[in-house]
């Protein structure tokens, strides 16, 4: 049953490497329960192999939460400047960033370089300052050199007015100031409901989904991912693929997914807003669309 995009909120986590994304990442999963205590493991999200053996983000990743009865599609991001492609890609299925900074490092040149790109496409950045309890840690100091950054970059004045997080994404807290006792991550859950905006799209208008990656599956080949920003796609429906030169071709939808907890949901049909997969587009490009 496709969801009221009222209902949604799309978001991006962005950071530079080990500042904390795929712990703050896995907090927000054990808080909604979307993974048990007993299955959950350190960086959760980090499945490939060689991601774990560097700790690092190298793909990204699509995992979906429900919190107060709102589902909420966060897109990890790679933090390492070699991914930085990856990372403008998918950006363009977000209509929000959680920007996450080092309370001891402050601000650091792959943080300029995404922080960029989400200002560019006019993303609603939710600033959280990670590791407080890192010995040496000034928060308010890098709060006022994330403004300056922003300033630099030519944000603007709404952008400018950014809601601000502390937190410790290891010991599993957000907080609305440094010093207060909130021991959860709560605080950080809500400001994402209340800053990041719902999806800007129109259900009754033509299907348009615009591609931002390639999975890949041994059972069906390859799966489109992106974002439906307008229109209600069907199973087996027949659909026009754009690609990156202009050339064209006919189709048909084989199946349709949204994104479910870890993992994917077939669905006979989704609306406008959601972040979906498709299998049926096996020669379209990243970037084209599907109309």
Do not use: W
Request: aromatic residues 6%; glycine residues 8%; proline residues 5%.
């Amino acid at each position: 049953m496709p969801i009221d995009p009222k209902y949604i909120r799309n978001f991006s986590i962005i950071a530079h490497i080990d500042h904390g994304k795929s712990t703050l990442s896995d907090r927000i999963l054990e808080l909604t329960e979307t993974v048990s205590s007993r299955d959950m493991k350190e960086q959760l999200l980090d499945s490939m192999d060689i991601e774990r053996e560097r700790g690092i983000t190298i793909l990204s990743k699509n995992i979906s939460i429900s919190y107060k009865d709102v589902k909420i599609n966060v897109i990890d991001t790679p933090g390492h400047a070699d991914f930085g492609g990856e990372v403008e890609r998918v950006l363009n299925m977000a209509d929000g960033a959680l920007l996450i900074v080092d309370a001891f490092e402050g601000p650091m040149p792959q943080t300029r370089f995404v922080l960029r790109h989400a200002l560019e496409l006019g993303l609603r950045i939710v600033l959280v300052i990670n590791k407080i309890d890192r010995p040496g840690s000034r928060p308010e100091e890098v709060v006022d050199e994330v403004f300056d950054l922003m300033v630099e970059l030519e944000a603007s004045d709404e952008q400018l007015d950014f809601p601000i997080i502390y937190a410790s994404a290891v010991n599993g807290y957000a907080r609305y100031e440094p010093n207060d006792d909130n021991d959860n991550m709560i605080p950080l859950l809500d400001t994402i409901l209340k800053e990041v905006p719902a999806p800007d799209c129109d259900p009754e208008g033509p299907v348009a989904l615009q591609l931002c990656t390639i999975d890949h599956s041994s059972f069906v080949g390859r799966i489109g991912v992106g974002r439906l920003f307008s229109g209600t796609m069907s199973k087996n429906e027949q659909v026009l693929v754009i690609k990156n030169d202009g050339a064209r071709y006919n189709t048909v939808i084989k199946q349709v997914f949204t994104f479910d907890a870890l993992g994917k949901k077939e669905e006979q049909q989704v609306s406008a807003g959601d972040i979906i997969a498709v299998v049926g587009v096996e020669d379209a490009d990243i970037g084209g669309m599907v109309t």
